[in-house]
C-alpha cells in the first residue's frame, strides 16, 4: 500500500539554527498538509498546499515558516530560526483531490523535531 | 470555531474488557467524523469514519455511530485485544474545509 514517507525522523536542532523536514506524499495525491504535535498536547494544523500553493495556514505558521514542493515527489516544511517552542513532532500527510473532500488524510511517521 | 474534545486517558483494561472512548464536537453545518489510532512510533492511521447523521463507521471491532443529536461520536470495541493498544484521535473535516481538526488524543493501555 502506498504511503506517506517523512525523514529524518528525529531532529536535534539548536536555537536559531533552520530546519528542513522532507516527506514525500503518496504519488496522485493533490493536497499536502503539515500538522505538529506538542507532547502530550493536540494534533495541531499548520498549513495545507494545493496545486502549488498555500491553500490554508494557521496562526502558528507565521514567518518563520515556510512550505516547498521543490519536484514532483517532495514536499518540505523549512523554518528559518528554531525557538525551544518549535519542538514537536511533525507530521507531513496527504490527501486526494478535492473532490472526495471527506477522503482521509494519509499520515507519515512524524519527525521529532528537538530543539535545545 | 470547530473543535474536537475527547475524553483524557490513559484508559487501562484488561483484555477482552469492553472500550468507550468519548468524543464530542462542536462544528457548524455537517462535519465528517473520523478516529485515527497512532500506533508506537508510527504516524496516525484511518481506523474508521462516517460522513452524516447516523452513520456508523466500522473497522477491525471497533464503531462509533455519529449522532447529530448530542454531537457526539463515541469509539467503542466490545472485546479490547492487547493489541489495540495505542493513542485514539478523533477527528472532523467539513465540505469546502481544506484541514481537519483533532482532539487531543487518548492513550489505550491493554493488559493481559
Known amino acids: 500500500e502506498p504511503e506517506v514517507t517523512q525523514t529524518p525522523s528525529h531532529q536535534v536542532t539548536q536555537m536559531g539554527q533552520e530546519v528542513i523536514l522532507r516527506c514525500v506524499p503518496i504519488s496522485n495525491h493533490l493536497y499536502f498538509y503539515w500538522y505538529r504535535q506538542i507532547l502530550g498536547q493536540k494534533v495541531e494544523f499548520l498549513v495545507s498546499f494545493y496545486n502549488n500553493e498555500i491553500s490554508e495556514k494557521s496562526e502558528i505558521f507565521d514567518d518563520q515558516f515556510s512550505v516547498e514542493r521543490p519536484d514532483g515527489s517532495n514536499f518540505t516544511l523549512k523554518i528559518r530560526s528554531t525557538k525551544l517552542e518549535d519542538s514537536a513532532m511533525y507530521f507531513c500527510a496527504s490527501k486526494e483531490g478535492r473532490s472526495s473532500y471527506n477522503s482521509p488524510l494519509h499520515f507519515g511517521n512524524g519527525t521529532r523535531l528537538t530543539v535545545t | 470555531g470547530d473543535s474536537v474534545t475527547q475524553m483524557e486517558g490513559p484508559v487501562t483494561l484488561s483484555e477482552e474488557a469492553f472500550l468507550t472512548i468519548n468524543c464530542t464536537y462542536t462544528a457548524t453545518g455537517y462535519p465528517s467524523l473520523f478516529w485515527y489510532v497512532q500506533y508506537p512510533g508510527e504516524g496516525l492511521q484511518l481506523l474508521l469514519k462516517?460522513?452524516?447523521?447516523?452513520d456508523k463507521g466500522s473497522n477491525k471491532g471497533f464503531e462509533a455511530t455519529y449522532r447529530k443529536e448530542t454531537t457526539s461520536f463515541h469509539l467503542e470495541k466490545g472485546s479490547v485485544q492487547v493489541s489495540d493498544s495505542a493513542v485514539y484521535f478523533c477527528?472532523?473535516?467539513?465540505?469546502?474545509?481544506?484541514?481537519?481538526?483533532f482532539g487531543s488524543g487518548t492513550k489505550l493501555n491493554v493488559k493481559p
Open positions: 477527528a472532523l473535516t467539513k465540505y469546502n474545509f481544506n484541514k481537519f481538526y
Open positions: 462516517a460522513t452524516k447523521a447516523d
